[in-house]
């Protein structure tokens, strides 16, 4: 059973920074981590799910939502079954729950920023921006 789970959220200040990590388990030997995109989303209270950012399965593509470019890095080690979302000079309308997702289909050529382009989430982890 394919499972991801988040980590690293928590209570930051406006203008600092914050690590998330999402690691995944249960992936076959025919297709590991290292086949998928992943892609982080987040949510915040009465709205949809927003897309945040995406890495190719090889890691040398990114995607980043305008509403975070400049202010985020994602990355991912795929020795660890891990994908990674740094954010700085954060920002109270960054505070949502966020999520990392696997895509549907191994060895995409694109990243997505849909999500019903994924199959797999997280329990997602709560950011909490303060002003």
């Known amino acids: 059973q394919v499972q991801l789970v988040e980590s690293g959220g928590g209570l930051v200040e406006a203008g600092g920074s914050l690590r998330l990590a999402c690691t995944t388990s249960?992936?076959?030997?025919?297709?590991?981590?290292?086949?998928?995109?992943m892609g982080w989303f987040r949510q915040a209270p009465g709205k949809g799910r927003e897309f945040v950012s995406a890495?190719?399965?090889?890691?040398?593509?990114?995607d980043y939502a305008d509403s975070v470019q400049g202010r985020a890095t994602i990355s991912r080690d795929n020795s660890e079954n891990t994908v990674y979302l740094e954010m700085y000079a954060m920002k109270p309308e960054d505070t949502a729950v966020y999520y990392c997702?696997?895509?549907?289909?191994?060895?995409?050529?694109?990243?997505?920023?849909?999500?019903?382009?994924?199959?797999?989430w997280g329990q997602g982890t709560q950011v909490t921006v303060s002003s």
């Open positions: 890495i190719a399965w090889h890691g040398s593509s990114e």
């Open positions: 249960g992936l076959t030997s025919a297709r590991t981590f290292s086949h998928y995109n």
């Open positions: 997702a696997l895509d549907s289909f191994a060895l995409r050529a694109t990243t997505s920023s849909i999500p019903t382009d994924y199959t797999y």
